[in-house]
């Protein structure tokens, strides 16, 4: 870039590299679906899903190697934490997809200014207001009309509830806000999602309206993963609409994914059905969320990685 003032060129030469993820695994499923696994080194790796749509295209983008969280039905959190991706780790894989997808048969005649990737969510790997100064870093690349310019409403972050973070994200890059609820109660929530215990569900729905403030949908999401008989029942589903009547939100029902050894059995159809029917007539939008890609295993909670463990389980917790 000849048109940069040579000491500045000399000063990136010293302080900066240019270097994109390298892609250790690159699948393409039957009905769309893409998905890289990049190698973060150290035999450690994260994936990064592509989900196209009719009318948009999706990219799931991961936020930690692993997650510290574990969450019991999340083969992610099964893994173990290995460490936190960097700002630039982040938004190289909404660059690396973005050039990969042009290059595919069905995109190559986009015109410049066309986009394949027209949202963004981050809800592939790791807990990402764990990750909080990078995460929000990388958001602000993709909202920055001079980088990706994407709208607030078409980046989603998801939460397992960290409260505090909720807070001070809503103040400082108050994106669209999907919340990882998958309980009724705080009883089952500290068994299945354990940050509960230290941010209980009373404490969760107060941040979630506070973000209403500042957020740029005039609701939330919550999401609530359909395990059989864990949460499924129509008694449950009373409880979730008392819960979460004082915040505007709609329900993404998640059918649950399994992977070995997980111990769940995803809800019967006809269950999660009278859920969402239950939710429906008392005015929740509750939809049913689409399992994509699961024939290369790239549906929610089924991304793997490859994680080294490098933290004790008893000090994961703590580093939170
Ligand atoms: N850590 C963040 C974002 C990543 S998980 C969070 O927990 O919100 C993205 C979504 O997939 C979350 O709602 C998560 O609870 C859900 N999920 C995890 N494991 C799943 C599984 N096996 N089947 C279906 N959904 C799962
Ligand atoms: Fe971590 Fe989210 Fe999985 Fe929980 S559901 S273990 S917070 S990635």
Redo the contacts with the bound molecule.
């Keep these: 870039m000849t048109d940069l003032a040579k000491s500045f060129r000399s000063s990136l030469d010293q302080t900066a590299i240019i270097e994109i993820p390298e892609i250790e695994h690159d699948h393409l499923s039957s009905d769309g679906t893409r998905k890289w696994l990049l190698d973060m080194g150290t035999k450690n790796g994260i994936e990064t899903v592509f989900i196209p749509e009719e009318s948009r295209g999706t990219l799931c983008i991961s936020s930690q190697v692993g ?1 510290a ?1 574990e ?1 019991t ?5 099964r893994q173990g934490f290995n460490r936190n991706l960097t700002s630039a780790e982040i938004i190289g894989q909404l660059w690396l997809a973005n050039h990969k997808l042009r290059e595919q048969d069905n995109y190559k005649s986009l015109k410049k200014d066309e986009k394949v990737i027209t949202n963004v969510v ?7 207001l764990a990750n909080y100064k990078h995460v929000v870093h990388a958001l602000e690349m993709m909202l920055d009309d001079n980088i990706y310019g994407l709208s607030r409403r078409k980046v989603t972050l ?3 509830g960290l409260v505090p973070a909720i807070d001070k994200l809503r103040l400082d890059c108050p994106v669209s806000l ?3 609820l ?1 309980a009724p109660n705080n009883e089952i929530r500290d068994e299945i999602v354990p940050i509960n215990k230290k941010y209980p569900l009373d404490e969760l729905m107060k941040s979630c309206i506070r973000y209403i403030e500042k957020a740029p949908r005039d609701f939330i999401t919550f ?1 609530y ?1 359909m395990l059989e008989n864990v949460n499924d029942s129509v008694e449950q589903a009373k409880q979730l609409l008392d819960l979460i009547k004082d915040v505007p939100s709609k329900v993404n029902l ?6 070995p050894n ?1 111990g769940y059995s995803c809800s019967k159809r006809t269950a999660i059905k009278l859920f969402q029917d239950i939710l429906m007539d008392a005015g929740i939008v509750a939809t049913i969320r689409k399992t994509r890609g699961d024939d290369i295993d790239a ?4 991304l793997v990685g490859l994680v080294r463990d490098k933290t004790k389980r008893s000090i994961r917790l703590r580093s939170i």
């Design positions: 997650c969280l969450c039905f999340c083969s992610t959190g981050m809800m592939g790997m790791g807990e990402p998801s939460t397992s999907a919340i990882s998958h999401e993963v998640i059918p649950f994914n399994p992977f997980s549906a929610c909670g089924q």
